[in-house]
């Protein structure tokens, strides 16, 4: 799987990219039909300090992309909450995935 980062008013962090990529890696244990991760980290003004961290994660697997985005106090979080949410899209893909007879 080929993973790409891509950050907008955020310094580009190896901590970051390193904690995406092992819970990707796992993901892809999981489902070994996906075939790229883009994940984007956004900083935003907002006015509650429990959000503006944002973490978007679009994967590229057979049939539509699938997406995922979370805001939270810190990029951590926001991480694994769209682990979370493309873990369940990635359950209800491969249960209509037909098997071949």
């Not at 904690?19 to 935003?44: G, T």
């Not at 961290?53 to 694994?80: D, K, Q, V």
């Amino acid at each position: 799987m080929n993973i790409n980062f891509e950050y907008d008013d955020v310094k580009a962090s190896n901590r970051l990219e390193i904690m995406a990529a092992s819970k990707l890696e796992k993901l892809l244990d999981k489902f070994d039909f996906i075939v790229r991760a883009d994940v984007f980290f956004k900083k935003e003004n907002t006015s509650s300090p429990e959000t503006g961290m944002i973490c978007n994660i679009r994967l590229s697997a057979p049939g539509p992309r699938l997406f995922a985005e979370s805001s939270n106090a810190n990029f951590e979080t926001s991480i694994a909450a769209s682990i979370d949410d493309l873990h369940r899209q990635l359950q209800k893909r491969k249960a209509k995935m037909k098997p071949y007879s």
